[in-house]
């Protein structure tokens, strides 16, 4: 009875693990230099990760994403799609990346006056937005605001955020410009990575954007994407918001964007035009 009893625990312990697939790998550049940050996800789905400051990696799927694509994102990178099932199969898990060449469209900004403005929502009240899921630990949350140039020559000079946090003094952030793609967030407007650890002590923080030497004349989504730690509680950050207008965020790396009416995050870019 003792043997038999081993050998349904034994069948269970296989039958569990037959249910999910566990992806462990390093996504690097066609030189084999380690990516990190990069977005790794299946579209559709809100399934995904994203690997760490060395460019690695871990997922773990439920089986019935075995016939579905894997696609990885960087910035700086094309995108490359790859089966589940031949991801399975690699030993060592190892995916490469290649380089963008192409870059923005050259902006002419007129030799007018120009003026420095606040493009966004500039206020907060007594209230905040968090992560609501509790999804894979160390995937993705991100929220973005629309904004509006009106055609304007327009040079980005900073970003501006409202964060907060019981549990941590600071944070990874990567701030994201994306097109206006029928009135959603579509694809990056700035082929740059602008990574930085932020303040989360409750108050505005500013990102500098004139390094990166931004120019556009077309309306874009400013995006700030949290990056959390390993082992780090998703629902530790929470970002400040406003009662009025809408924004838009996706809970997973690729995921879904998903419009919020009825408050917006408080986000803004300084600019002049």
């Known amino acids: 009875m003792k043997q038999t009893f081993t050998v349904i625990l034994l069948l269970l312990s296989l039958l569990a693990e037959a249910q999910h697939l566990n992806l462990q790998g390093t996504v690097l550049s066609s030189s084999s230099e380690p990516l990190p940050y990069v977005n790794i996800g299946i579209r559709n789905?809100?399934?995904?990760?994203?690997?760490?400051?060395?460019?690695?990696?871990?997922?773990?799927?439920?089986?019935?994403?075995?016939?579905d694509t894997?696609?990885?994102s960087a910035i700086g990178y094309q995108e490359r799609s790859v089966p589940v099932s031949e991801l399975v199969g690699m030993q060592p898990l190892e995916v490469k990346l290649q380089e963008k060449t192409e870059r923005l469209q050259e902006v002419v900004?007129?030799?007018?006056?120009?003026?420095?403005r606040k493009l966004g929502v500039t206020g907060r009240l007594p209230m905040v937005w968090g992560n609501p899921d509790q999804r894979e630990s160390k995937d993705i949350y991100e929220f973005a605001n629309f904004i509006q140039v009106k055609d304007r020559p327009t040079e980005l000079l900073s970003a501006h955020f409202y964060l907060t946090s019981s549990k941590l003094d600071s944070a990874l952030f990567r701030i994201n410009l994306y097109r206006n793609r029928d009135g959603k967030p579509g694809e990056r407007l700035l082929e740059e990575r602008v990574?930085?650890?932020?303040?989360?002590?409750?108050?505005?923080?500013s990102i500098d954007l004139q390094p990166f030497a931004v120019y556009t004349d077309e309306d874009f989504f400013l995006g700030i994407e949290y990056l959390p730690a390993t082992g780090a509680d998703r629902r530790s950050i929470m970002l400040g918001a406003k009662l009025g207008g809408s924004s838009f965020s996706r809970k997973a790396s690729l995921g879904n964007w998903e419009e919020f009416v009825g408050?917006?995050?408080?986000?803004?870019?300084?600019?002049r035009q």
């Open 45 to 67: 789905k809100n399934v995904g990760t994203a690997s760490d400051e060395h460019g690695k990696f871990t997922l773990e799927l439920p089986a019935t994403h075995a016939t």
């Open 70 to 72: 894997l696609t990885f």
């Open 109 to 116: 900004v007129q030799s007018r006056k120009l003026k420095t």
């Open 195 to 205: 990574v930085q650890r932020l303040s989360t002590s409750e108050g505005w923080v």
């Open 263 to 271: 408050a917006s995050l408080s986000g803004y870019v300084l600019v």
